[in-house]
């Protein structure tokens, strides 16, 4: 008789801690949902405060320059549009690799400016700087890591976006913030 009631009064804490660990799983799951979501709205915003923003890599670094006047030779002489120092409204050299010249990060004052320009890099194509949006590190991890899938003909940031083009000439587009999957699979 106490054997059976020994075994009966194990099965219910049994039985109870199945229940409380059900209900714990369920608790992470929701948490982890929720955590998903909370990091994409980080993502969101974090891009949002970027959103006016291009750096500027490889253009040769002069001691004393003035990074304005750096950037509207470069934008008026290679890419043949006129900025006045007005619309812009901060830019600053920032660490970059060692042995080459620091990127130049600039904020625009209106983003139809930074895509005035973005839509003029073509032309520097030959002079060995390039022009890029200023993306959250995140969205550039998983940028470079898609540009390196033999998969992969061409990746790009635009405006919120990832676009991925394959051999089959399909784009693929993610929005920052989102789950960016891997459209490869």
Not at 86 to 112: L, S
Not at 141 to 148: F, G, Q, R, S, Y
Not at 152 to 169: R, S
């Amino acid at each position: 008789m106490c054997w059976e009631e020994d075994n009966t009064a194990v099965e219910a804490a049994l039985t109870d801690q199945q229940e409380e660990n059900d209900s714990i799983k369920t608790e992470v799951m929701l948490l982890k949902s929720g955590l998903e979501l909370i990091k994409g709205d980080i993502m969101r915003n974090e891009h949002y405060t970027r959103r006016n923003n291009i750096k500027i890599y490889d253009l040769a670094e002069n001691i004393g320059e003035s990074c304005v006047d750096t950037v509207q030779t470069l934008v008026r002489d290679k890419m043949k549009i006129e900025i006045t120092p007005e619309q812009i409204a901060v830019t600053h050299r920032i660490f970059g690799r060692p042995n080459k010249p620091r990127p130049i990060i600039v904020r625009f004052e209106q983003h139809d400016v930074k895509f005035a320009v973005l839509k003029q890099r073509r032309q520097l194509n030959d002079t060995g700087v390039s022009i890029h949006e200023d993306l959250v590190k995140a969205v550039s991890d998983k940028l470079l890591a898609i540009k390196e899938k033999e998969e992969c003909v061409d990746a790009w940031a635009w405006n919120g976006k990832i676009l991925i083009k394959n051999h089959k000439d399909k784009i693929h587009k993610f929005t920052y913030g989102t789950g960016i999957l891997d459209p490869f699979c």
